[in-house]
């Protein structure tokens, strides 16, 4: 049995949820559930704040758990990070009033800032050789210049309006972060073969979805043509029409590929172009 520890209620919730049940894990989720099992895999999860994640990850309460890195890294515990997710990205920044003139990191010496990431802005600073008060505030940090209670704060940032309607410029990027998965350092060989399984299906299915799966229809002259324009896995599958001198064409694609090689496919004389999606892409 492994224990995964996802998010209660937050900006990371739906989509830890989103992904263990594309993983074709099926959960029992009742609402303000604490705990649910899941019924065709050797997993339970819990339901929790993302601050407590890596710290209940690295005590064994829960064996894995899904967090955004700026607070694994800001908690610092003995965790692995084994994978990155790819949602809830934003980036940890150091902001200042926007109508003062930046000149560079000597602006934050001696200056006040309010976080809730002390140990990252602290370290961020110390190997800047920067020094600097830092204040811990848990919410709520944007306010603080305009109430006087910081000259800057650092936090997180993803489209910047926040800051704007504060009144804040962004100055330094502190880190890029987005969701991560986070291991205990230390799993039994039993847990550590499940968690093996969850990462296959979680890679089979972030695979597909930056793949599409394409069929189109051309004249068979063209179709040497149309193979080299399409940077498929391997060789594509090619099926005569009933239509006498023509075939089908189907071959799996990335999708940002997709975008840039439509034009030369019809110019190919590529016809009744389908991108369907994929579900699973084992390799
Ligand atoms: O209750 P619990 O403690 O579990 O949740 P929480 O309120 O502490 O966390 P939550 O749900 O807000 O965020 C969870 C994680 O989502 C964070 O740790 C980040 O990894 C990630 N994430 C992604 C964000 C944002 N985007 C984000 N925009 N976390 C917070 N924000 C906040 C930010 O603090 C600021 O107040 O949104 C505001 C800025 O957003 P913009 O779009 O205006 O720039
Ligand atoms: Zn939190």
């Known amino acids: 049995m492994l224990r995964i520890a996802i998010q209660k209620s937050g900006r990371l919730s739906q989509e830890s949820l989103d992904l263990i049940m594309e993983c074709n894990i099926k959960v029992n989720n009742g609402k303000g559930k604490l705990k649910s099992n899941a019924v065709n895999f050797p997993m339970e999860i819990l339901y929790l704040r993302d601050d407590d994640i890596p710290g209940y990850v690295a005590d064994h309460v829960a064996d894995i758990g899904i967090a955004g890195l700026n607070v694994v890294l800001e908690k610092g515990k003995n965790n692995r990070v ?123 299915v972030q695979k597909a979805k930056s793949f599409k799966y394409i069929l189109l229809n051309a004249p068979n002259d063209k179709i040497d043509q149309i193979i080299d324009i399409l940077p498929g896995m391997k060789s594509p599958t090619v099926v005569p029409l009933a239509m006498e001198g023509w075939s089908s064409l189907h071959s799996v694609i990335n999708e940002e590929k997709f975008w840039e090689i439509i034009d030369h496919l019809k110019q190919a004389g590529a016809q009744g172009i389908l991108v369907v999606p994929i579900e699973k892409m084992i390799l």
């Open 82 to 204: 084994v994978m990155q997710l790819g949602f809830s990205k934003c980036r940890l920044c150091l902001a200042i009033p926007k109508e003062i003139d930046y000149d560079g990191l000597e602006f934050f010496s001696g200056k006040n800032i309010a976080t809730s990431y002390p140990n990252l802005t602290e370290g961020y600073l110390k190997e800047k050789g920067i020094k600097a008060d830092i204040h811990e505030i848990s919410g709520s940090v944007e306010i603080a210049p305009g109430i006087g209670l910081a000259d800057a704060i650092c936090d997180i940032v993803s489209s910047g309006s926040t800051l704007i309607s504060n009144g804040l410029k962004e100055v330094e990027t502190i880190m890029s972060s987005e969701a991560v998965l986070i291991a205990n350092a230390d799993l039994p060989a039993e847990k550590e073969m499940i968690l093996e399984q969850f990462l296959f299906r979680i890679n089979a």
